[in-house]
C-alpha cells in the first residue's frame, strides 16, 4: 500500500471514530452540542470519504455479518427521544429527479451511518485483503450511508444549530 492510501485511510479511520464516539456520547450531551457535535464530525467524515480510492477488490464477495436491528431501534429510539421535534424533515431523495419531498429522520441517519461504520471498521479487523476494505468503504458511503450523511448534514445546518 502506498504511503498516500495509508493517509487517506487513516484520516477516515479517525473520521469515522470520531463520529462512532460522538454518537456514543450523546446522553451525556445537550441537544445543541450534540448536533453541533454530530455536524462536525459529518462534514469531517464526508470529506475524508471522498478521498478513498476507486479500487477493484481482490476477492469476489465479502462475508458480513447481518444486520443489528434491535441495536440499531435501540439507538435510533434513544436519538429519537434525544433530538426530539428535530428530528423530521423533508428533503428530495434524488436531486436529479422531480421527485416529490420525501420525509427523513435525524436519528435515523445518525443510526444508519454510525452502524455502517462499525460494521465496516469491524471489517478490517477480519483480516480482509486491504483492497476490498477499501471497495468496501467507498461501495458502502457511495451507495447508501453518503446519502443519509448528506440528508443529515443539511438538516443540521437547516436548524442553524451552531
Same mark, same amino acid.
Given at each position: 500500500?502506498?504511503?498516500n492510501?495509508?493517509i487517506?485511510?487513516?484520516?477516515?479511520?479517525r473520521?469515522?471514530?470520531?463520529?462512532?464516539?460522538?454518537?456514543?456520547?450523546?446522553?451525556?450531551?445537550?441537544?445543541?452540542?450534540?448536533l453541533?457535535?454530530?455536524?462536525?464530525?459529518?462534514?469531517?467524515? #464526508?470529506?475524508?470519504?471522498?478521498?478513498?480510492?476507486a479500487?477493484?477488490?481482490?476477492?469476489?464477495?465479502?462475508?458480513?455479518?447481518?444486520f443489528?436491528?434491535?441495536?440499531?431501534a435501540k439507538?435510533?429510539?434513544?436519538?429519537?427521544?434525544?433530538?426530539?421535534?428535530?428530528?423530521? #424533515?423533508?428533503?428530495?431523495?434524488d436531486?436529479?429527479?422531480?421527485?416529490?419531498?420525501?420525509?427523513?429522520?435525524?436519528?435515523?441517519d445518525?443510526?444508519?451511518? #454510525?452502524?455502517?461504520?462499525?460494521?465496516?471498521?469491524q471489517?478490517?479487523?477480519?483480516?480482509?485483503?486491504?483492497?476490498?476494505f477499501?471497495?468496501?468503504?467507498?461501495c458502502?458511503?457511495?451507495?447508501?450511508?453518503?446519502?443519509?450523511?448528506?440528508?443529515?448534514?443539511a438538516?443540521? #445546518?437547516?436548524?442553524?444549530?451552531?
Amino acid at each position: 500500500m502506498t504511503d498516500n492510501i495509508s493517509i487517506v485511510l487513516d484520516q477516515f479511520r479517525r473520521a469515522a471514530r470520531n463520529f462512532i464516539q460522538t454518537v456514543d456520547s450523546a446522553a451525556d450531551m445537550q441537544l445543541e452540542a450534540f448536533l453541533s457535535g454530530v455536524s462536525r464530525s459529518l462534514a469531517e467524515l #464526508y470529506s475524508s470519504a471522498l478521498q478513498l480510492p476507486a479500487v477493484e477488490p481482490d476477492t469476489s464477495g465479502i462475508d458480513t455479518t447481518p444486520f443489528a436491528i434491535e441495536a440499531w431501534a435501540k439507538l435510533y429510539n434513544s436519538l429519537r427521544e434525544k433530538i426530539g421535534s428535530l428530528d423530521g #424533515y423533508w428533503r428530495t431523495f434524488d436531486s436529479t429527479d422531480e421527485d416529490s419531498p420525501v420525509q427523513g429522520s435525524l436519528a435515523g441517519d445518525i443510526s444508519e451511518i #454510525y452502524f455502517d461504520l462499525k460494521e465496516d471498521l469491524q471489517l478490517e479487523e477480519t483480516g480482509i485483503p486491504q483492497a476490498d476494505f477499501l471497495w468496501e468503504l467507498r461501495c458502502s458511503f457511495r451507495t447508501h450511508w453518503g446519502r443519509h450523511l448528506l440528508g443529515a448534514l443539511a438538516a443540521i #445546518y437547516d436548524r442553524q444549530i451552531e
